[in-house]
């Protein structure tokens, strides 16, 4: 049976993989990535793996989110030129990057239940809610984005080591605007709620 969309994570899952503590502070963005799986607890549970070399702070699909980091542990989720381990918040949705924008939005529920997570966690951290293309992560911006963003926008930076910038998730055709409306949505009942 699928929890509320607002219900707290489950912790039934514990990434291995983290580099440490940081300080709420740091976090800039929350980068949205997909899971190469088709459900949350595939992901979370192979997080536990010592074979994953990879974390995420959240993993989320159309019934359920599990927490596998805490907000103030720096995951292995990206790599990047500019730190996005360590100044990101990392939500990773159950879908495939080769997924069509027609295929993404059969999976809505998916979508709403991160958009959720999404704008409560904006509201946290004091994040605007807007989506950042590579070169707003690189002009030092705060937002949204993905991993395909944190990837070219290294690439940018750093030409020299492309190669090593190779993630392309959560693909070309996720819906971002629709994604973003509800992030929206769900940003403003959020803050109605706490003033």
């Known amino acids: 049976m699928a929890s509320p969309i607002k219900a707290d994570c489950s912790h039934k899952y514990r990434a291995v993989h983290n580099s440490g503590k940081r300080n709420i502070s740091a976090i800039k963005f929350i980068i949205i990535h997909d899971e190469e799986a088709s459900t949350a607890e595939s992901a979370a549970s192979w997080f536990e793996n010592p074979e994953s070399q990879g974390s995420a702070h959240l993993c989320i699909d159309k019934d ?3 927490r596998t980091l805490e907000n103030d542990e720096v995951p292995w989720a990206a790599a990047s030129s500019f730190g996005a381990n360590t100044s990101g918040f990392h939500i990773e949705l ?3 990057a080769n997924w069509s924008t027609a295929l993404w ?12 997570k999404t704008a409560w966690h904006c509201s946290l951290f004091n994040l605007p809610v807007v989506w950042l293309d590579a070169r707003g992560l690189l002009n030092g911006r705060k937002g949204i984005s993905s991993h395909r963003a944190v990837s070219n926008a290294s690439k940018m930076q750093d030409p020299t080591h492309a190669f090593a910038y190779s993630h392309s998730d959560p ?5 971002r605007r629709l994604f973003m409306k509800y992030v929206h949505e769900y940003y403003n009942e959020i803050k109605g709620i706490q003033t």
Do not use: S
């Not at 693909?171 to 819906?175: A, N, S």
């Open 171 to 175: 693909g070309p055709f996720f819906p």
């Open 64 to 66: 359920i989110c599990y």
């Open 94 to 96: 159950a879908g495939f």
């Open 105 to 116: 939005k059969q999976h809505v529920m998916t979508l709403r239940r991160g958009a959720y």
